[in-house]
């Protein structure tokens, strides 16, 4: 989609929605931070999807505080649409308020997830195996089959759609099973989204991140367990840059794509991890 500008000089990216948005790197993603370049102020018109309102309206203020200190006079500030995802029929009804309000969407950030509890594998609950798999597999596919009604049928066709993988989609942690998985199979969702957006001028890419400071990540401040059973502290870095990338994986026309990007603190124990 060509930019265009608005009276206040700032650019028109497109429609976007973020999933997950109420902290953490779906919030980074929005525009918290004012020296962030992030979607919102990089002149996107972001949709923001999260289970707790409160949250996600603060997302929404800190992401207008941005673009209006970039683009002074201009007031845009994103839409929250609160719900809980897992419950499919707000995934439709998400998507559905996307095309009433907007008409298009051009760029989908799957972002909602959770992490699993850090017990052996033969000792984790079923009902918690099943609540991951819900929500970091169930919801972001059901997310991207929405996407692709809107983006295939829309004009000008296509889209963009960003899954947020993780380093454990190729290097796992111990006692991180069901959060591995799911996260391969965010890797495969991104491969097939990829091959059959391909027609449609949907493009699809993955971002895998390590260490970035989020409520997800806090727990690492007091260690993490090692391959070797050590329990170690592992460096960290801001979650700004985390949005930052989100924000120019999406700012690329769309016959250009950064399929794959892994973002992490550069000490972190991940190559040769294990």
Not at 147 to 156: D, E, H, K, N, W
Request: aromatic content about 6%.
């Amino acid at each position: 989609m060509s930019d265009t500008m608005t009276s206040h000089g700032s650019k028109q990216q497109g429609i976007a929605l973020i999933t997950g948005a109420s902290s953490g790197i779906g919030r980074a993603a929005s525009g918290p931070d004012t020296a962030a370049i992030a979607l919102t102020s990089c002149g996107w018109t972001c949709i923001l999807s999260g289970r707790r309102e409160a949250e996600l309206e603060r997302t929404a203020e800190l992401a207008a505080e941005a673009r209006n200190k970039r683009y002074p006079g201009d007031t845009s500030r994103p839409l929250c649409v609160p719900g809980d995802l897992t419950d499919a029929s707000n995934i439709t009804s998400l998507f559905m308020t996307v095309k009433t309000v907007f008409g298009r969407l051009d760029l989908l950030f799957n972002n909602a997830g959770i992490g699993s509890p850090k017990v052996p594998l033969q000792h984790l609950p079923i009902e918690s195996f099943d609540q991951l798999i819900n929500i970091n597999i169930r919801v972001p596919f059901l997310c991207t089959q929405e996407a692709f009604r809107i983006m295939t049928t829309q004009s000008p066709q296509g889209g963009r759609i960003i899954n947020n993988g993780s380093v454990s989609s190729t290097t796992p942690r111990p006692l991180s099973a069901p959060y591995t998985l799911s996260k391969h199979a965010i890797s495969g969702l991104t491969k097939s989204t990829a091959l059959d957006g391909r027609k449609y001028d949907i493009a699809c890419c993955q971002i895998d991140i390590g260490n970035a400071l989020s409520v997800m990540s806090s727990a690492k401040a007091a260690g993490v367990q090692q391959a070797n059973g050590n329990v170690e502290e592992e460096p960290t870095f801001e979650v700004d840059y985390a949005g930052e990338a989100v924000a120019y994986m999406a700012s690329l026309p769309l016959h250009v794509n950064v399929f794959n990007q892994t973002l992490m603190a550069t000490h972190m124990p991940f190559v040769g991890r294990g």
